[in-house]
């Protein structure tokens, strides 16, 4: 059964810090999509990046990169210089197409907390 | 840019009530999902819809869960009658049929009495 396990439940870095947010992922699929999402306080799901299995490129988009190794079957998020907006939860899902399950299977979130 | 929207934003029910959430997906997505976050606890899938019939649907998707599409830009879940525990965020998402991303709306919080 598929599985997504986000260890780091809080937290907490000082503004400017680089945070890396954690995800390991279980799947029998060997195509599969990953994502991640971020909610801030205000609630809504915003989504920043969606990986296929076969692309296992690192990818930056601004202070934000994904690292992505099917080798210990995780997909780690790194914020670089961390700013007050930053702080949200931010979970990390998975889909798998090839057995007809597109519905996300969504790990139980990181809350990140950026002081300033 | 084109988003998801749902409405209420907020809705307070009585236990064994009904209530309807109503979601607009994104205009040219086909694919349509509905999800429920219980405070301070992770996302759950409940179903998803596509061509005017269920295509997958949780354990948590019971017979006193229905979804509907009455036009053609309203997606709708239907509560029968809410229970205590269905207190929770409901949020809609859609996606386009050549993609896997699903974009999520706003959320409707439920709170059952």
């Known amino acids: 059964a598929q599985k997504v396990t986000q260890a780091q439940t809080e937290i907490s870095v000082v503004e400017k810090e680089d945070v890396t947010l954690d995800c390991v992922y279980e799947?029998?699929?060997?195509?599969?999509?990953l994502f991640w999402y971020k909610q801030p306080p205000s609630g809504e799901l915003v989504f920043l990046i969606r990986r296929n299995s076969f692309d296992e490129q690192n990818e930056i988009s601004g202070r934000y990169s994904w690292n992505f190794q099917k080798s210990t079957s995780s997909f780690n998020f790194t914020i670089t210089a961390s700013q007050v907006v930053d702080s949200a939860v931010y979970f990390c899902a998975l889909s798998e197409p090839d057995t007809g399950r597109r519905a996300l299977t969504f790990g139980s979130g990181t809350r990140l907390q950026v002081q300033p | 840019e084109p988003e998801v929207t749902q409405t209420p934003s907020h809705q307070v029910t009585q236990m064994g009530q009904e209530v309807i959430l109503r979601c607009v997906p994104i205009s040219n997505h086909l694919y349509f999902y509905w999800y429920r976050q219980i405070l301070g606890q992770k996302v759950e899938f409940l179903v998803s819809f596509y061509n005017n019939e269920i295509s997958e649907k949780s354990e948590i998707f019971d017979d006193q869960f229905s979804v509907e599409r009455p036009d053609g830009s309203n997606f709708t879940l239907k509560i029968r009658s809410t229970k205590l525990e269905d207190s929770a965020m409901y949020f809609c998402?859609?996606?386009?049929?050549?993609?896997?991303?699903?974009?999520f709306g706003p959320g409707t919080r439920l709170t059952v009495l």
């Open positions: 998402a859609s996606r386009a049929i050549v993609s896997d991303t699903q974009y």
């Open positions: 799947t029998r699929d060997t195509t599969y999509y």
